[in-house]
């Protein structure tokens, strides 16, 4: 009789457990709205004193900080071209760039030097109702009212604090409105603290992921400077593109377009650029000692725009041989070996627990020139071949080859761009992965906007052959707003 109540109340323990881990996970609310949580990208303002009514903003700093070293920087400039004096230019450059980073960079452990900067505090949401919005206007493109819940961040500090921040958030917003299911939305470095959550407290009980222009495998520009990898030597061909596509096509083009032609062709930009690598190169190391290394070099939250084949080398130019550095870089290599290079397997493991993943990226605009290798595909910041998570990318301004086959052709549908220039096929999520031609980075308004709020909507996981209207590659008008696929 004993062992038959004892194994009556171990059972009746078991069911008691069970029940509590269901009531858990049961949303109290019954709207059958999603809530959604948002992400935004870099540049939240860093100010001092953010609590104050007087907060002054370092970064980006004060206008007239900058404003006041224009001249002086000039003439550094003009010195380099005249007598090719890289001293003075290197001092004028270390001048600007402590300018405009050196009150808001961090200690040598990644936490901020002036413990009173930071963003400026934000009320903790108390509009239960506003998830039952069905208007997303995740990149402030509307003026319509919108039902997602910003998180916001100081964009400098490790990916994991500012995920321990989210995590705080998103428990607010499940007890505000009753789900414990939620949808998560980011763009670009936002990318970066959404993935660090999922490493940290996992997927379960998340609706969709969806991903804009993210940041989360990092961009060229970021990787080239901090690793010293840059390049500019005989690149006026795709400086004359790159500042092509600046000008774009109105009056101030027109009248540029053959200046810069007739420059290109005398060889005039190919002199100047081969005078600024070389005082470039003379001055990197000192200028990354004495300012890259003390402000930029020691947030951690700009390591995260460090792609994998930078990395290394990248750490070895900023910190050398200084044992100061050592905390920081194990913060630094935490996030990069245990998040992003495991981003695949990260979201693999989002996916098998039902989360529905959506991932937009731009290309079509070509990034700046500046590095080792020739223009890439990019939103105009980073590069498509990084927010794709690996498609195959032709070099800006060209296609992939008259006689170019798809790389991957196991899931039995085509993955390369009517205009030939993406293999789509190579990304890690190929079948939840959309391609907009001349998106630029922040480009989310118009029609872009509403396939936004149709993927948010859709009843589960939507695939690029879900909906005519929105098929895996689209070309984006920057005028209308529009959007058509991307046809030969």
């Known amino acids: 009789m004993k062992r038959f109540i004892s194994i009556l109340l171990a059972l009746s323990i078991c069911f008691s457990c069970t029940a509590i881990g269901f009531a858990e996970t049961t949303d109290s609310c019954d709207c059958g709205i999603t809530p959604v949580i948002y992400i935004p990208g870099f540049g939240e303002p860093i100010y001092m004193d953010p609590e104050s009514e007087n907060r002054t903003s370092v970064f980006p700093p004060e206008g007239n900080v900058i404003i006041d070293l224009i001249p002086e920087f000039i003439k550094a400039v003009v010195a380099l071209l005249i007598t090719h004096n890289h001293k003075n230019f290197g001092d004028a450059a270390i001048e600007v760039l402590n300018a405009m980073f050196s009150s808001a960079s961090c200690n040598f452990d990644g936490t901020p030097i002036y413990e009173n900067t930071g963003i400026k505090p934000k009320e903790l949401p108390t509009d239960s109702e506003r998830h039952m919005i069905t208007n997303y206007d995740l990149r402030g493109s509307s003026d ?10 100081d964009s400098r500090l490790d990916p994991f604090f500012n995920a321990e921040l989210l995590k705080e958030f998103v428990e607010h917003i499940k007890a505000l409105t009753g789900h414990e299911k939620l949808t998560f939305a980011c763009h670009s470095q ?3 603290v959404l993935d660090t959550y999922l490493y940290l407290y996992g997927s379960k009980n998340i609706d969709k992921l969806i991903f804009l222009s993210p940041a989360y495998q990092g961009l060229s520009i970021m990787g080239g400077l901090l690793s010293h990898e840059l390049s500019l030597k005989e690149k006026s061909g795709e400086f004359g593109l790159f500042l092509k596509q600046i000008l774009g096509n109105g009056t101030p083009a027109k009248m540029l ?11 005039t930009i190919d002199s100047l650029l081969n005078i600024a690598e070389t005082a470039l190169f003379d001055q990197l190391d000192r200028v990354t000692e004495n300012s890259i290394a003390p402000t930029l070099g020691t947030m951690p939250g700009i390591w995260s725009f460090v792609p994998s084949e930078y990395y290394e080398t990248a750490k070895e130019k900023v910190f050398g041989n200084d044992s100061r550095y050592e905390p920081l870089i194990e913060k630094l290599d935490n996030y990069h070996y245990n998040v992003k290079l ?8 989002a996916e098998d627990n039902g989360c529905s993943i959506i991932i937009t990226v731009g290309y079509g605009i070509g990034s700046a020139p500046i590095t080792k290798y020739p223009a890439m595909q990019s ?8 927010t794709s998570i690996g498609a195959t990318c032709a070099d800006y301004s060209k296609d992939l080859g008259e006689n170019y086959n798809q790389a991957n052709t196991l899931c039995g549908h085509n993955h390369v761009s ?7 096929s190579t990304c890690a999520f190929p ?19 509403e396939f936004i709020n149709w993927a948010v909507l859709f009843d589960g996981q939507p695939t690029v052959n879900s909906n005519a209207e929105y098929p895996q590659f689209m070309q984006y008008n ?4 529009e959007i058509s696929a991307v046809l030969n």
């Open 144 to 153: 319509e009212p919108s039902g997602e819940y910003t998180f916001y961040y």
């Open 190 to 192: 936002g990318s970066s």
């Open 257 to 267: 377009n053959p200046i810069i032609a007739l420059l290109i062709k005398t060889g």
């Open 342 to 349: 495991r981003l695949t397997e990260i979201l693999s493991e």
């Open 379 to 386: 939103d105009g910041l980073i590069e498509t071949k990084y």
């Open 418 to 424: 009517g205009d030939n220039v993406i293999d789509a």
């Open 431 to 449: 079948e939840y992965t959309w391609f907009f031609k001349y998106q630029d980075h922040n480009s989310y308004s118009g029609d872009i906007h």
């Open 478 to 481: 920057t005028e209308t707003k």
